[in-house]
Protein backbone atom coordinates (compact mmCIF):
# COMPACT_ATOMS: atom_id res chain seq x y z
CA UNK A 1 0.00 0.00 0.00
CA UNK A 2 1.21 3.81 -0.85
CA UNK A 3 -0.07 6.63 1.14
CA UNK A 4 0.10 10.08 -0.66
CA UNK A 5 -0.42 12.19 2.37
CA UNK A 6 -1.33 15.35 0.37
CA UNK A 7 -4.77 16.77 -0.34
CA UNK A 8 -6.18 13.32 1.32
CA UNK A 9 -5.58 10.89 -1.72
CA UNK A 10 -5.07 7.41 -0.39
CA UNK A 11 -4.11 4.87 -4.29
CA UNK A 12 -4.07 1.02 -2.91
CA UNK A 13 -2.86 -0.71 -5.29
CA UNK A 14 -4.44 -4.85 -5.06
CA UNK A 15 -4.87 -8.19 -7.28
CA UNK A 16 -7.78 -10.54 -7.22
CA UNK A 17 -7.69 -14.00 -8.56
CA UNK A 18 -5.99 -12.78 -12.38
CA UNK A 19 -6.96 -9.33 -12.33
CA UNK A 20 -4.89 -6.20 -11.63
CA UNK A 21 -7.54 -3.11 -9.64
CA UNK A 22 -6.55 -0.08 -9.04
CA UNK A 23 -8.38 1.51 -6.08
CA UNK A 24 -8.65 5.47 -5.27
CA UNK A 25 -10.48 6.97 -2.46
CA UNK A 26 -11.19 9.93 -1.80
CA UNK A 27 -11.03 10.82 1.93
CA UNK A 28 -13.34 14.12 2.99
CA UNK A 29 -12.26 16.53 5.93
CA UNK A 30 -14.96 14.86 8.58
CA UNK A 31 -12.16 11.27 7.87
CA UNK A 32 -9.46 12.97 9.19
CA UNK A 33 -8.59 15.75 11.51
CA UNK A 34 -5.81 17.24 8.87
CA UNK A 35 -3.75 16.80 6.12
CA UNK A 36 -0.36 15.49 6.86
CA UNK A 37 2.41 18.55 5.46
CA UNK A 38 5.52 17.17 4.57
CA UNK A 39 8.82 19.50 4.42
CA UNK A 40 12.25 18.81 3.60
CA UNK A 41 14.09 19.58 7.29
CA UNK A 42 17.31 19.84 5.35
CA UNK A 43 16.05 23.63 4.30
CA UNK A 44 14.63 24.56 7.71
CA UNK A 45 16.21 22.73 10.46
CA UNK A 46 19.71 22.32 12.17
CA UNK A 47 22.40 20.28 11.23
CA UNK A 48 25.56 19.21 10.03
CA UNK A 49 27.04 17.18 7.87
CA UNK A 50 29.94 14.73 7.04
CA UNK A 51 31.28 12.04 4.65
CA UNK A 52 33.39 9.58 4.02
CA UNK A 53 35.23 11.98 1.40
CA UNK A 54 34.35 15.16 2.10
CA UNK A 55 35.91 17.06 -1.20
CA UNK A 56 37.31 15.86 -4.14
CA UNK A 57 36.94 19.82 -5.34
CA UNK A 58 36.62 22.17 -3.30
CA UNK A 59 33.42 23.99 -4.60
CA UNK A 60 31.92 20.79 -5.04
CA UNK A 61 31.89 19.30 -1.57
CA UNK A 62 29.34 17.41 0.70
CA UNK A 63 27.88 21.09 1.26
CA UNK A 64 27.01 21.55 -2.19
CA UNK A 65 24.35 18.57 -0.99
CA UNK A 66 22.16 20.43 0.99
CA UNK A 67 22.45 24.14 -0.43
CA UNK A 68 18.70 25.15 -1.88
CA UNK A 69 20.53 24.85 -5.09
CA UNK A 70 19.81 21.11 -7.76
CA UNK A 71 22.52 22.71 -9.60
CA UNK A 72 25.36 22.31 -7.74
CA UNK A 73 26.53 19.11 -7.06
CA UNK A 74 28.78 17.12 -4.61
CA UNK A 75 31.50 14.97 -6.65
CA UNK A 76 33.47 12.44 -5.21
CA UNK A 77 36.13 10.33 -6.49
CA UNK A 78 35.29 7.61 -5.83
CA UNK A 79 32.97 4.81 -6.70
CA UNK A 80 31.19 4.65 -2.85
CA UNK A 81 30.72 7.21 -0.70
CA UNK A 82 28.52 7.99 2.47
CA UNK A 83 26.95 10.98 3.51
CA UNK A 84 25.49 12.24 7.05
CA UNK A 85 23.29 13.84 8.27
CA UNK A 86 22.91 14.52 11.81
CA UNK A 87 20.22 16.76 13.82
CA UNK A 88 19.74 18.58 16.69
CA UNK A 89 16.91 16.79 17.23
CA UNK A 90 14.92 14.29 16.42
CA UNK A 91 12.56 13.60 13.78
CA UNK A 92 10.49 11.31 11.98
CA UNK A 93 11.29 11.05 8.12
CA UNK A 94 8.43 10.24 6.16
CA UNK A 95 10.27 10.67 2.68
CA UNK A 96 13.93 11.30 1.06
CA UNK A 97 14.92 12.74 -2.39
CA UNK A 98 17.92 12.53 -4.54
CA UNK A 99 18.78 15.10 -7.42
CA UNK A 100 20.79 13.38 -10.13
CA UNK A 101 23.55 16.19 -11.37
CA UNK A 102 23.63 18.36 -14.46
CA UNK A 103 26.36 16.46 -16.40
CA UNK A 104 27.78 13.01 -16.65
CA UNK A 105 24.87 10.99 -16.19
CA UNK A 106 27.23 7.49 -15.70
CA UNK A 107 28.36 9.13 -12.71
CA UNK A 108 24.98 9.09 -10.70
CA UNK A 109 23.99 6.89 -8.16
CA UNK A 110 22.99 3.70 -9.26
CA UNK A 111 22.57 1.68 -6.16
CA UNK A 112 22.12 2.66 -1.99
CA UNK A 113 20.96 2.40 1.32
CA UNK A 114 19.64 5.06 3.94
CA UNK A 115 19.65 3.97 7.71
CA UNK A 116 18.86 5.70 10.75
CA UNK A 117 20.12 6.16 13.88
CA UNK A 118 19.48 8.43 16.99
CA UNK A 119 22.60 7.97 18.63
CA UNK A 120 24.33 7.68 15.52
CA UNK A 121 26.00 4.59 17.06
CA UNK A 122 23.04 1.96 16.61
CA UNK A 123 21.66 1.91 13.02
CA UNK A 124 18.01 1.12 11.15
CA UNK A 125 17.94 0.11 7.98
CA UNK A 126 15.18 2.72 6.42
CA UNK A 127 15.32 1.74 2.93
CA UNK A 128 17.24 -0.07 -0.05
CA UNK A 129 17.46 0.89 -3.39
CA UNK A 130 19.32 -1.00 -6.61
CA UNK A 131 19.53 -0.75 -10.29
CA UNK A 132 18.18 3.07 -10.14
CA UNK A 133 18.86 5.40 -12.65
CA UNK A 134 17.75 9.12 -13.85
CA UNK A 135 15.84 10.08 -16.96
CA UNK A 136 17.53 13.72 -17.00
CA UNK A 137 19.65 15.89 -15.42
CA UNK A 138 18.78 17.71 -12.03
CA UNK A 139 15.98 15.07 -11.88
CA UNK A 140 14.94 14.57 -8.50
CA UNK A 141 13.52 11.26 -7.58
CA UNK A 142 11.60 10.90 -4.24
CA UNK A 143 11.50 7.89 -2.10
CA UNK A 144 8.54 7.14 0.61
CA UNK A 145 9.52 4.59 3.00
CA UNK A 146 7.46 2.06 4.39
CA UNK A 147 7.85 2.33 7.81
CA UNK A 148 8.25 6.30 9.06
CA UNK A 149 11.32 6.30 11.75
CA UNK A 150 12.18 8.57 14.09
CA UNK A 151 15.67 9.46 14.14
CA UNK A 152 18.44 12.18 14.66
CA UNK A 153 20.80 10.80 12.02
CA UNK A 154 20.72 9.95 8.66
CA UNK A 155 23.26 7.97 6.50
CA UNK A 156 23.05 7.23 2.92
CA UNK A 157 25.51 4.61 1.55
CA UNK A 158 26.04 5.50 -1.96
CA UNK A 159 27.40 3.48 -5.07
CA UNK A 160 27.93 4.29 -8.61
CA UNK A 161 28.09 1.58 -11.38
CA UNK A 162 30.71 1.29 -14.21
CA UNK A 163 33.21 3.62 -15.99
CA UNK A 164 32.51 6.90 -17.24
CA UNK A 165 33.87 8.19 -20.53
CA UNK A 166 36.48 9.91 -19.74
CA UNK A 167 37.82 6.72 -17.58
CA UNK A 168 36.86 7.86 -14.10
CA UNK A 169 34.43 5.65 -11.87
CA UNK A 170 33.58 9.09 -10.06
CA UNK A 171 30.25 9.46 -7.81
CA UNK A 172 28.17 12.55 -7.93
CA UNK A 173 24.95 13.59 -6.38
CA UNK A 174 23.19 17.39 -6.80
CA UNK A 175 21.02 17.50 -3.81
CA UNK A 176 19.51 15.23 -1.00
CA UNK A 177 16.21 16.12 0.53
CA UNK A 178 14.44 14.50 3.98
CA UNK A 179 10.77 14.75 4.66
CA UNK A 180 9.19 15.20 7.83
CA UNK A 181 5.51 16.26 9.32
CA UNK A 182 4.89 19.48 10.30
CA UNK A 183 2.11 22.15 11.36
CA UNK A 184 4.27 25.12 10.25
CA UNK A 185 2.80 27.55 7.70
CA UNK A 186 4.72 26.58 5.02
CA UNK A 187 5.63 29.67 2.81
CA UNK A 188 4.48 28.97 -1.27
CA UNK A 189 3.17 30.99 -4.02
CA UNK A 190 2.92 30.90 -7.66
CA UNK A 191 2.96 33.50 -10.05
CA UNK A 192 1.09 33.68 -13.49
CA UNK A 193 3.88 34.27 -15.60
CA UNK A 194 7.81 35.11 -14.96
CA UNK A 195 8.49 37.61 -17.91
CA UNK A 196 6.85 40.44 -18.66
CA UNK A 197 6.70 43.87 -20.28
CA UNK A 198 7.34 47.23 -18.91
CA UNK A 199 4.52 48.34 -16.56
CA UNK A 200 2.28 44.88 -17.09
CA UNK A 201 1.16 42.99 -14.43
CA UNK A 202 1.47 39.71 -13.03
CA UNK A 203 -0.13 37.84 -10.57
CA UNK A 204 1.42 36.18 -7.23
CA UNK A 205 -0.93 33.59 -5.77
CA UNK A 206 -0.30 32.72 -2.30
CA UNK A 207 -0.09 29.26 -1.76
CA UNK A 208 1.28 27.98 1.62
CA UNK A 209 0.16 25.06 3.35
CA UNK A 210 -1.26 24.50 6.70
CA UNK A 211 -3.87 27.43 6.66
CA UNK A 212 -1.48 30.44 7.50
CA UNK A 213 -3.71 33.36 8.96
CA UNK A 214 -1.42 36.50 7.84
CA UNK A 215 0.84 36.64 5.11
CA UNK A 216 2.95 39.80 4.37
CA UNK A 217 4.73 40.34 0.71
CA UNK A 218 7.89 42.12 0.28
CA UNK A 219 8.70 43.02 -3.76
CA UNK A 220 10.88 45.79 -3.61
CA UNK A 221 10.92 47.64 -6.79
CA UNK A 222 7.62 46.97 -7.50
CA UNK A 223 3.99 48.66 -7.28
CA UNK A 224 1.74 46.45 -5.15
CA UNK A 225 -1.75 46.07 -5.58
CA UNK A 226 -2.97 43.54 -2.69
CA UNK A 227 -6.23 40.98 -3.36
CA UNK A 228 -6.69 39.10 -0.02
CA UNK A 229 -4.00 37.22 0.14
CA UNK A 230 -2.54 37.19 -3.35
CA UNK A 231 -0.98 40.41 -4.99
CA UNK A 232 -0.42 42.29 -8.49
CA UNK A 233 2.49 43.64 -9.06
CA UNK A 234 4.09 45.79 -11.45
CA UNK A 235 7.45 47.06 -12.64
CA UNK A 236 8.67 50.64 -14.80
CA UNK A 237 12.29 49.53 -14.90
CA UNK A 238 14.18 46.57 -16.80
CA UNK A 239 15.92 43.79 -14.61
CA UNK A 240 15.29 40.66 -12.45
CA UNK A 241 13.62 41.19 -9.38
CA UNK A 242 13.11 38.60 -6.04
CA UNK A 243 9.99 38.35 -4.13
CA UNK A 244 9.87 36.96 -0.04
CA UNK A 245 6.46 35.59 0.98
CA UNK A 246 6.19 35.73 5.07
CA UNK A 247 3.30 33.53 6.55
CA UNK A 248 1.75 33.46 10.29
CA UNK A 249 -0.64 30.43 11.92
CA UNK A 250 -0.97 29.45 15.48
CA UNK A 251 1.99 26.77 14.90
CA UNK A 252 4.49 29.59 14.28
CA UNK A 253 5.77 31.24 11.16
CA UNK A 254 7.54 30.40 8.15
CA UNK A 255 9.43 32.77 4.76
CA UNK A 256 10.51 31.66 1.61
CA UNK A 257 12.45 34.20 -0.95
CA UNK A 258 12.93 33.34 -4.93
CA UNK A 259 15.50 35.12 -5.95
CA UNK A 260 15.09 36.98 -9.05
CA UNK A 261 12.35 34.92 -10.11
CA UNK A 262 10.74 38.14 -12.33
CA UNK A 263 11.80 39.06 -15.32
CA UNK A 264 10.75 42.64 -16.90
CA UNK A 265 12.25 43.43 -20.09
CA UNK A 266 12.15 46.00 -22.25
CA UNK A 267 11.41 45.06 -25.64
CA UNK A 268 13.24 48.05 -27.37
CA UNK A 269 16.62 47.25 -25.17
CA UNK A 270 16.64 43.69 -24.98
CA UNK A 271 19.40 43.96 -23.07
CA UNK A 272 18.92 46.62 -20.61
CA UNK A 273 18.02 44.03 -17.85
CA UNK A 274 21.38 41.73 -17.63
CA UNK A 275 22.74 42.40 -14.39
CA UNK A 276 26.64 41.32 -14.16
CA UNK A 277 27.53 38.74 -11.03
CA UNK A 278 29.65 39.78 -8.42
CA UNK A 279 33.77 38.71 -9.78
CA UNK A 280 35.85 37.59 -6.64
CA UNK A 281 39.69 36.95 -7.37
CA UNK A 282 41.64 34.32 -5.34
CA UNK A 283 45.24 34.46 -6.19
CA UNK A 284 46.52 30.82 -4.58
CA UNK A 285 49.71 31.56 -6.12
CA UNK A 286 51.58 34.78 -6.13
CA UNK A 287 55.29 33.84 -6.62
CA UNK A 288 55.80 31.38 -9.85
CA UNK A 289 56.47 32.96 -12.92
CA UNK A 290 53.21 32.32 -14.54
CA UNK A 291 50.85 33.68 -12.13
CA UNK A 292 53.15 36.92 -12.16
CA UNK A 293 53.06 37.05 -15.48
CA UNK A 294 48.91 36.46 -15.43
CA UNK A 295 48.88 39.56 -13.06
CA UNK A 296 51.01 42.02 -15.56
CA UNK A 297 49.38 41.29 -18.69
CA UNK A 298 45.23 41.30 -16.73
CA UNK A 299 45.84 43.52 -13.87
CA UNK A 300 42.27 44.05 -13.54
CA UNK A 301 40.61 40.72 -13.83
CA UNK A 302 37.20 41.44 -13.03
CA UNK A 303 37.16 44.39 -15.76
CA UNK A 304 38.49 40.87 -18.13
CA UNK A 305 35.12 38.77 -16.78
CA UNK A 306 32.53 41.61 -16.92
CA UNK A 307 33.84 42.21 -20.58
CA UNK A 308 33.71 39.08 -21.91
CA UNK A 309 30.31 38.49 -20.34
CA UNK A 310 28.54 41.22 -22.03
CA UNK A 311 29.98 40.11 -25.15
CA UNK A 312 29.08 36.23 -25.16
CA UNK A 313 25.70 35.96 -23.59
CA UNK A 314 23.95 37.88 -27.12
CA UNK A 315 25.84 35.02 -29.21
CA UNK A 316 23.91 32.22 -26.81
CA UNK A 317 20.88 33.77 -26.15
CA UNK A 318 18.36 36.58 -27.38
CA UNK A 319 17.99 38.73 -24.58
CA UNK A 320 18.56 38.84 -21.06
CA UNK A 321 15.67 36.88 -19.47
CA UNK A 322 17.23 33.63 -21.00
CA UNK A 323 20.13 34.00 -19.46
CA UNK A 324 21.28 32.04 -16.34
CA UNK A 325 21.59 34.48 -13.64
CA UNK A 326 24.86 34.41 -11.39
CA UNK A 327 25.38 35.71 -8.15
CA UNK A 328 29.02 34.99 -7.90
CA UNK A 329 32.22 34.00 -10.51
CA UNK A 330 34.98 33.30 -8.81
CA UNK A 331 38.59 33.63 -10.67
CA UNK A 332 40.90 31.64 -8.92
CA UNK A 333 44.71 30.95 -9.95
CA UNK A 334 46.38 27.69 -9.11
CA UNK A 335 49.51 26.10 -9.60
CA UNK A 336 48.05 22.80 -11.31
CA UNK A 337 48.40 20.16 -14.02
CA UNK A 338 44.70 21.31 -15.73
CA UNK A 339 44.83 24.25 -18.38
CA UNK A 340 41.52 25.36 -16.70
CA UNK A 341 38.53 24.38 -15.32
CA UNK A 342 35.03 25.57 -14.62
CA UNK A 343 32.94 24.31 -11.46
CA UNK A 344 29.77 25.59 -9.04
CA UNK A 345 26.55 25.70 -10.14
CA UNK A 346 23.79 27.86 -11.23
CA UNK A 347 24.18 30.95 -8.56
CA UNK A 348 27.96 30.34 -8.25
CA UNK A 349 30.47 29.85 -10.89
CA UNK A 350 33.82 29.08 -10.57
CA UNK A 351 37.01 29.44 -13.25
CA UNK A 352 40.26 28.08 -12.24
CA UNK A 353 43.44 29.08 -14.45
CA UNK A 354 46.63 27.09 -14.06
CA UNK A 355 49.96 29.04 -13.39
CA UNK A 356 51.96 26.29 -14.02
CA UNK A 357 50.51 26.11 -17.65
CA UNK A 358 51.98 29.69 -18.22
CA UNK A 359 55.06 29.25 -16.54
CA UNK A 360 55.91 25.54 -18.26
CA UNK A 361 54.03 26.04 -21.76
CA UNK A 362 54.20 29.76 -22.36
CA UNK A 363 56.92 30.80 -21.48
CA UNK A 364 58.65 31.98 -24.66
CA UNK A 365 55.85 32.85 -25.63
CA UNK A 366 55.58 37.31 -26.61
CA UNK A 367 53.20 38.83 -24.23
CA UNK A 368 50.88 39.79 -26.59
CA UNK A 369 49.99 35.84 -27.83
CA UNK A 370 49.93 35.29 -24.48
CA UNK A 371 47.62 37.40 -23.64
CA UNK A 372 45.57 36.43 -26.70
CA UNK A 373 45.86 32.81 -25.37
CA UNK A 374 44.47 33.50 -21.91
CA UNK A 375 41.76 35.71 -23.40
CA UNK A 376 41.04 32.70 -25.14
CA UNK A 377 41.00 30.46 -22.42
CA UNK A 378 38.26 32.87 -20.75
CA UNK A 379 36.20 32.65 -23.26
CA UNK A 380 35.92 28.96 -23.73
CA UNK A 381 35.53 28.88 -19.39
CA UNK A 382 32.89 31.41 -19.29
CA UNK A 383 30.95 29.68 -22.24
CA UNK A 384 30.58 26.57 -19.80
CA UNK A 385 29.43 28.73 -17.43
CA UNK A 386 26.69 30.09 -19.47
CA UNK A 387 25.19 27.99 -21.80
CA UNK A 388 22.46 24.92 -21.91
CA UNK A 389 23.72 21.47 -20.44
CA UNK A 390 21.36 18.39 -22.50
CA UNK A 391 18.91 17.44 -20.28
CA UNK A 392 17.53 14.36 -21.70
CA UNK A 393 21.16 12.97 -23.22
CA UNK A 394 21.34 10.18 -20.32
CA UNK A 395 22.79 7.38 -23.12
CA UNK A 396 24.85 9.77 -25.31
CA UNK A 397 27.67 10.65 -23.33
CA UNK A 398 30.29 10.94 -26.02
CA UNK A 399 27.52 13.65 -28.09
CA UNK A 400 27.27 15.19 -24.86
CA UNK A 401 30.76 16.29 -24.26
CA UNK A 402 30.71 16.71 -28.14
CA UNK A 403 28.57 19.39 -27.84
CA UNK A 404 29.69 21.19 -24.30
CA UNK A 405 33.36 21.52 -25.65
CA UNK A 406 31.86 22.15 -29.22
CA UNK A 407 30.18 24.89 -27.95
CA UNK A 408 32.64 26.23 -26.02
CA UNK A 409 34.81 26.62 -28.93
CA UNK A 410 32.60 27.75 -31.05
CA UNK A 411 31.84 30.59 -29.15
CA UNK A 412 35.43 31.02 -28.55
CA UNK A 413 36.21 30.54 -32.39
CA UNK A 414 33.51 32.93 -33.73
CA UNK A 415 34.61 35.50 -30.77
CA UNK A 416 37.95 36.19 -32.99
CA UNK A 417 40.22 34.07 -30.53
CA UNK A 418 40.80 31.30 -32.42
CA UNK A 419 44.06 31.91 -34.34
CA UNK A 420 46.52 29.90 -32.53
CA UNK A 421 44.52 26.42 -34.20
CA UNK A 422 43.06 25.82 -37.49
CA UNK A 423 40.25 23.12 -38.39
CA UNK A 424 41.95 19.55 -39.26
CA UNK A 425 40.56 16.57 -41.38
CA UNK A 426 38.80 13.99 -39.11
CA UNK A 427 36.59 10.89 -39.14
CA UNK A 428 33.90 12.12 -36.47
CA UNK A 429 32.42 15.23 -35.37
CA UNK A 430 32.56 14.21 -31.75
CA UNK A 431 35.92 14.81 -30.43
CA UNK A 432 35.09 18.18 -29.27
CA UNK A 433 37.19 21.36 -28.85
CA UNK A 434 38.26 22.58 -31.64
CA UNK A 435 37.11 19.38 -33.70
CA UNK A 436 33.75 19.72 -33.03
CA UNK A 437 34.13 23.96 -32.71
CA UNK A 438 35.25 24.46 -36.02
CA UNK A 439 32.48 22.34 -37.99
CA UNK A 440 30.43 24.78 -35.26
CA UNK A 441 31.26 27.40 -36.36
CA UNK A 442 31.13 26.46 -40.27
CA UNK A 443 27.79 25.91 -39.85
CA UNK A 444 26.71 29.34 -37.90
CA UNK A 445 27.94 31.23 -41.28
CA UNK A 446 25.07 28.84 -43.53
CA UNK A 447 22.67 29.46 -40.69
CA UNK A 448 21.40 32.07 -39.35
CA UNK A 449 21.49 33.08 -35.75
CA UNK A 450 23.11 29.29 -35.42
CA UNK A 451 24.44 29.83 -31.91
CA UNK A 452 21.03 30.49 -30.43
CA UNK A 453 19.32 28.12 -31.73
CA UNK A 454 22.18 24.86 -30.66
CA UNK A 455 22.31 26.00 -27.19
CA UNK A 456 18.75 26.05 -26.93
CA UNK A 457 18.25 22.03 -28.45
CA UNK A 458 19.43 21.10 -24.74
CA UNK A 459 16.34 21.98 -23.25
CA UNK A 460 14.18 22.28 -26.28
CA UNK A 461 14.63 19.14 -27.58
CA UNK A 462 13.03 15.61 -25.58
CA UNK A 463 15.20 13.20 -26.49
CA UNK A 464 18.28 15.17 -26.98
CA UNK A 465 21.08 13.64 -29.79
CA UNK A 466 23.57 16.01 -31.26
CA UNK A 467 22.53 14.06 -34.72
CA UNK A 468 19.17 15.57 -33.69
CA UNK A 469 20.23 19.03 -32.49
CA UNK A 470 21.65 19.24 -35.69
CA UNK A 471 18.89 18.57 -37.81
CA UNK A 472 16.86 20.69 -35.12
CA UNK A 473 18.12 23.76 -36.16
CA UNK A 474 19.64 23.02 -39.76
CA UNK A 475 17.11 20.67 -41.14
CA UNK A 476 19.39 18.71 -42.52
CA UNK A 477 20.96 15.06 -41.90
CA UNK A 478 24.42 15.79 -39.95
CA UNK A 479 26.24 13.50 -42.01
CA UNK A 480 25.66 15.27 -45.24
CA UNK A 481 26.86 18.44 -43.53
CA UNK A 482 29.93 16.83 -42.18
CA UNK A 483 30.89 15.19 -45.29
CA UNK A 484 30.50 18.68 -47.15
CA UNK A 485 32.29 20.26 -44.38
CA UNK A 486 34.89 17.63 -44.59
CA UNK A 487 35.18 18.24 -48.52
CA UNK A 488 35.82 22.12 -47.95
CA UNK A 489 39.07 21.49 -45.67
CA UNK A 490 40.22 19.22 -48.33
CA UNK A 491 40.49 22.04 -51.02
Excluded at 71 to 87: I, R
Aim: charge should be negative; include cysteine.
Amino acid sequence: MCVLFRNLKIIVMFKMKSLAFLCTVMMSQTSFAKDIVLYDITNKESFTVQAEHPAFVETESVKQLFDSSIHSKFLSDKSEAWVQVDFDQAFKIHQYSLTSAGDAPARDPKHWQVKGSLDGKSWTLLDTQTEQSFDTRAQTKTYTLTKSKEVKHVRFELKQQGTTQWGDRYLQVADIGLFAATDLPLASFDLDKRIIRLNEVITLTNTSENEPDRVEWIIPGAKIKRDGQNAHVSYDKPGSYSVTLKTNNSAGSDVVTQKNIIKVMDVNRPWAGLQLPKVVVKLEDTESAGAKRLIKLLPNIEQAINEVTRDLVPMLYNNFTEVPEFEQVTFRLKWMDTLAYRAGDYSNMEIAFSSKYITERLADKPDEQVTYELLGVLWHELTHGYQLFPQSAADTPEETHAFIEGVADLIRINAGYHKTREPQPSDTWLGGYTNTGFFLSWLSKRYESFEHQFNATATELPDWTFAAAIEYVTGEKLEKLWQEYQAELSK
